[in-house]
């Protein structure tokens, strides 16, 4: 089992853009299907991204389609999420998940994940 480490956040200007970095350990992390989950102080943890295992397929939550990109390196174990056009309501803890399987279904439930990162804080400023 895969092991995550986020990176990359912090404070941005609104308009910003930022990129988070999700680095995983263990030498199955290409059969892993990724996401990216948020939680904004007193709500509950939502799902922004996903990416297949191959990369192929993404999906983006109606809140950050066209402004964020997901996208992986299986060569160097890491999943990206570019962040642009940030806005005030973009602020929250971003989580990294993940669960192996090679398929192009990209699960939004938290369930339909077993590994988690330890979170990395994005604070935009209006």
């Known amino acids: 089992q895969v092991q995550l480490v986020e990176s990359g956040g912090g404070l941005v200007q609104a308009g910003g853009s930022l990129r988070l970095s999700c680095a995983a350990s263990g030498r199955t992390f290409s059969n892993y299907v990724m996401a990216w989950f948020r939680q904004a102080p007193g709500k509950e943890r939502e799902f922004v991204s996903g990416i297949s295992w191959t990369g192929i397929s993404t999906y983006y939550a109606v809140s950050v389609k066209g402004r964020f990109t997901i996208s992986r390196d299986n060569a160097k174990n890491t999943v990206y999420l570019q962040m642009n056009s940030l806005k005030p309501e973009d602020t929250a803890v971003y989580y990294c998940?993940?669960?192996?399987?090679?398929?192009?279904?990209?699960?939004?439930?938290?369930?339909?994940?077993?590994?988690w990162g330890q979170g990395t804080q994005v604070t935009v400023s209006s």
């Open positions: 998940a993940g669960v192996a399987g090679r398929t192009s279904y990209i699960g939004r439930l938290e369930s339909d994940y077993n590994v």
